[in-house]
């Protein structure tokens, strides 16, 4: 094989290496739920973000992105739930993220998530703490 030719046998990342349940529910979610924020991401796979992002990044973001929802909306929630929550959330990170003057890109989300609980309680005050994080979606389900 010619030098400076990538090997093309395999591919290009590596599988993620499962380690619990909640990361192997929870890292496609938060995946998804960029995808929806940013436009820019549809056409990507999961493998192709979790190459542009890191996959320690992924799996750490996601378990306390999801940590955060969790224990704002209470346990027992479905996939779908888990996701429009996700969305929800995100659109606040973003809002927050625009308020201080960055643009929203996919490495200002990934680098302020640590802001999550703060965005979410701007766009609505309390309900994380009082664990009714859960009824800021209910509303857009019963529409459907």
Same mark, same amino acid.
């Given at each position: 094989? *010619? /030098?400076?030719v ?5 591919p290009?990342?590596? *599988? ?10 929870y ?7 960029? /995808? !929806?924020?940013?436009?820019s991401?549809?056409?990507?796979? !999961? ?5 542009k992002? $890191?996959q320690? /990044?992924?799996? !750490? ?5 999801f940590?955060?929802i969790v224990?704002?909306?209470?346990? $027992?929630? /479905? ?11 995100l ?19 990934? !680098?302020?998530i640590g802001l ?9 005050p ?12 209910l ?6």
């Open positions: 094989m *010619p /030098r400076g990538p090997n093309a046998k395999g290009s990342v590596e *599988p993620i290496a499962i380690r619990s349940e909640q990361e192997e529910l890292s496609p979610l938060f995946l998804q739920a960029l /995808r !929806d924020v940013l436009p991401l549809k056409l990507y796979s !999961d493998l192709q973000l979790i190459k992002i $890191g320690e /990044r992924v799996m !750490d973001c996601s378990l306390e992105f940590g955060f224990s704002g909306a209470g346990e $027992g929630l /479905r996939k779908n739930e888990l996701l429009a929550l996700a969305n929800q959330s659109k606040c990170l973003t809002k927050y993220i625009q308020s201080m003057g960055t643009p929203v890109t996919l490495k200002t989300i990934i !680098d302020h999550l609980s703060e965005a979410v309680n701007r766009c609505y309390g309900y994380a703490e009082s664990k009714l994080l859960k009824y800021t979606i509303p857009q389900q019963a529409a459907q």
